[in-house]
């Protein structure tokens, strides 16, 4: 495996624990981890040629279908991701996640086939996604931005917010993701 799918795992991994990992911890890591890890490898494997492509995409399809989790390969997402439970995670494969992000369950980020929101999301930078909030369309969410559970976001978010419910209200915020963002990897 090369030295940058490795440093992304890595990156990933120091927001679920500190240090590095024990031998009893890696044998017993929790299903949204292992899936995390097997994503990335998939992610990383995707723009090469080769046996280990099929490999990995063949593994995280058998994966998605037992965990519930569904984020395709294709998903450009930075550094530092954290899933925080097993269960329901569904992400258009256009999306674009930066570094920092936190998906809760039940979440869907998705494309809107028509109007002027046709389209997928760009998400920022320290994006803290509540349980069962729902992000569609072509719109981008600022850096430092708390979606809260159960928000319906169908319009451009400006950093420094926080986003409550269906519709989608905004209110500006400075750290909004202040305690929410644990252990952020630093670019």
């Known amino acids: 495996m090369n030295q940058e799918c490795k440093e992304l795992?890595?990156?990933?991994?120091?927001?679920?624990?500190?240090?590095?990992?024990?031998?009893?911890?890696?044998?017993?890591?929790?299903?949204?981890?292992?899936?995390?890890?097997?994503?990335?490898?998939?992610?990383?494997?995707?723009?090469?040629?080769?046996?280990?492509?099929?490999?990995?995409?063949?593994?995280?399809?058998?994966v998605s279908a037992k965990t519930q989790i569904n984020i395709p390969s294709e998903v450009n997402i930075g550094p530092g991701l954290y899933l925080g439970h097993l269960g329901r995670i569904i992400i258009h494969p256009d999306a674009v996640l930066g570094f920092n992000v936190n998906l809760s369950t039940g979440i869907t980020i998705g494309q809107i086939n028509r109007g002027s929101k046709k389209g997928t999301p760009v998400i920022g930078n320290q994006v803290w996604i509540g349980t069962n909030a729902v992000i569609v369309g072509n719109i981008t969410i600022g850096d430092d931005v708390m979606i809260a559970p159960g928000a319906y976001v169908t319009t451009d978010v400006p950093a420094h917010s926080i986003v409550i419910g269906n519709p989608a209200v905004i209110r500006h915020r400075d750290n909004a993701t202040e305690g929410y963002i644990n252990r952020p990897v630093a670019l």
């Open 9 to 62: 795992i890595k990156k990933d991994l120091s927001r679920i624990y500190e240090g590095p990992l024990s031998i009893k911890q890696r044998f017993f890591l929790p299903p949204e981890v292992k899936y995390l890890i097997l994503w990335r490898k998939a992610s990383y494997y995707r723009r090469r040629t080769g046996l280990l492509r099929l490999i990995y995409g063949l593994q995280l399809m058998h």
